[in-house]
């Protein structure tokens, strides 16, 4: 992995240089993420400088180092196991959710019915987890395969998620509820509660069953697994297909409201929230943003 510092001169002509492999990401301060060649290049804002790290981890890192005429440092990381394929291919159910990481959009959780049988679909349309493909891709191969799979959605725009936040609810038990109602509604779909559950941990387990302990019911025989997404054809299609669902909403919110709406929750989603004030007013703005985040709390 290859890191240096740039300006904002410097991150805008690299974003124009590589904006036709831009990934679309949900993770925080996380400006800008690029797959060329095989390889990442992502650009994280720092709110105390006005430099911004750059990224490039990959085979072909060094090539592209060197067309950038910046002077770069290696740096070691701990690498972390991910395996080279999914580990379980028997039947099961997943879940992932998308947007908790977006300032502005809803959240969305979606649950997947994969059979053993379906192996050979996985392979038909590379389905990967949905932060490894850009959105040109995503809206290549959702829709093909929405049909072919059972699944269960869930969308909870703002301002009901910002009445949770007021009624003092956190993310994670929120993310907990919606984990639990897809995977339950999921399994009365497929009228089988025998299939191995999977969820894409984003909390302890004590914790989530904490969190769900005052709903009707409360799934079983979860498997936690961080990366999830990595090791359960469920889980990968939950993300692609949660992700397809979340890039539709954004868009009806930028012909609602004729702005394009940046994703994730750096400066430039900072600096977008002051345009849409200017037009919308701040009463219009908690409509389509989440109340929790510090790009919100900064504005009052």
Do not use: W
Request: glycine residues 4%; proline residues 2%; hydrophobic residues 35%.
């Amino acid at each position: 992995m290859l890191e240096t510092k740039i300006n904002s001169l410097q991150k805008q002509e690299l974003e124009d240089k590589f904006k036709d492999f831009k990934v679309e990401t949900n993770q925080l301060y996380l400006d800008f993420k690029a797959i060329f060649l095989d390889t990442t290049i992502s650009i994280y804002s720092n709110s105390k400088k006005q430099l911004f790290k750059l990224l490039i981890k990959g085979p072909q890192e060094q090539e592209i180092a060197n067309q950038l005429n910046l002077c770069f440092e290696e740096k070691v990381t701990k690498k972390e196991y991910i395996p080279d394929s999914y580990t379980n291919y028997e039947d099961q159910i997943g879940s992932d959710e998308v947007g908790f990481g977006d300032f502005f959009g809803p959240i969305v959780v979606v649950g997947v019915y994969f059979k053993e049988k379906d192996k050979k679909l996985l392979e038909e349309y590379n389905i990967q987890d949905s932060k490894k493909l850009n959105d040109k891709k995503i809206n290549e191969i959702v829709p093909k395969i929405l049909n072919k799979f059972t699944y269960s959605l869930l969308v909870v725009n703002n301002e009901k998620l910002n009445s949770l936040f007021d009624s003092g609810y956190n993310l994670n038990r929120i993310k907990s509820i919606l984990h639990n109602t897809v995977l339950l509604n999921l399994q009365k779909k497929i009228k089988r509660n025998d299939v191995s559950v999977y969820i894409d941990q984003f909390t302890e387990p004590e914790r989530f069953y904490s969190y769900v302990s005052d709903q009707s019911e409360e799934i079983q025989n979860v498997v936690f697994k961080t990366k999830g997404e990595s090791y359960f054809p469920s889980v990968a299609l939950a993300s692609c297909i949660a992700r397809f669902a979340f890039i539709n909403k954004m868009n009806e919110l930028n012909k609602k409201y004729n702005m394009t709406f940046p994703y994730g929750a750096s400066t430039v989603v900072d600096d977008f929230t002051q345009e849409f004030i200017k037009k919308y007013g701040k009463e219009e703005l908690i409509k389509v943003c989440k109340k929790n985040f510090k790009n919100y709390k900064k504005l009052f």
